[in-house]
């Protein structure tokens, strides 16, 4: 089973400060995506990459960038964390090529404060 | 107008009964067609993937695509305690890679 694991399950940060989550797979994808969901509004694209030192802006990626320095690899950093940042965020990844489902993280609470 | 639009719910049933989720989207181009379960406070799994349209049955769970009416549903059949979770419908077309356009998702609870 392709496994995508985040490093943290909560975290709870203050304003101002500098964030990284984390998300690592196991699988040899291709892709790595980032979301954040939110109630009423679903699952919104940060960032996603196809390949390694690629980067490509979602829908909502003001105030985060991202990092894939490695394949397997695939870092969201909030820049300076506020309080609108506070959501559950999501790594998912997928096979290159077209139409593959993605397999996803468990998912990070993070807090804001 | 959202490309793809799912009722948030929530939606009650009872045990055993036959539950119906579906999405509407306006992108005809939309080709691979999934859905997506979510229970509380973890990721989202993959549940059912078709490609164009037509039926695709999985055990208790049933998938249809209906192109020509931009239609895709869900059913569970004998739904269980245990698909209580919210469930997510995705869609993304030839030519992209593999870049998902999901729908809010539909809460479900089955009660005893």
């Known amino acids: 089973d392709v496994k995508v694991t985040q490093s943290s399950r909560y975290l709870v940060k203050r304003t101002g400060e500098k964030v990284f989550l984390e998300c690592v797979q196991d699988m040899d994808h291709e892709n790595m995506f980032w979301y954040r969901q939110d109630p009423g509004l679903g699952l919104r694209l940060i960032y996603f990459s196809y390949d390694v030192k690629m980067k490509e802006k979602g829908d909502i990626p003001e105030g985060y960038s991202v990092s894939r320095e490695k394949k397997e690899r695939f870092s969201l950093i909030l820049e300076s964390a506020s309080t609108n940042q506070t959501s559950m965020y999501l790594c998912?990844?997928?096979?290159?090529?077209?139409?593959?489902?993605?397999?996803f993280g468990s998912g990070t609470r993070l807090t804001v404060v | 107008q959202k490309e793809v639009e799912q009722d948030p719910g929530p939606l009650s049933v009872p045990e055993g009964a036959i539950v119906s989720l579906n999405c509407t989207y306006s992108n005809s181009a939309f080709q691979y067609f999934m859905w997506y379960r979510q229970y509380s406070r973890k990721g989202p799994e993959l549940l059912m993937y078709?490609?164009?349209?037509g039926n695709k049955e999985d055990g208790r769970f049933t998938a249809q695509v209906d192109k020509s009416s931009k239609y895709i549903s869900l059913f569970i059949r004998d739904s269980q305690p245990s698909d209580s979770a919210t469930y997510l419908c995705?869609?993304?077309?030839?030519?992209?890679?593999?870049?998902?356009?999901f729908g809010t998702g539909t809460r479900l609870q089955v009660t005893l």
């Open positions: 998912a990844s997928s096979l290159g090529g077209q139409g593959w489902g993605y397999t």
């Open positions: 078709t490609y164009s349209s």
């Open positions: 995705a869609m993304t077309f030839t030519g992209t890679a593999s870049k998902l356009t």
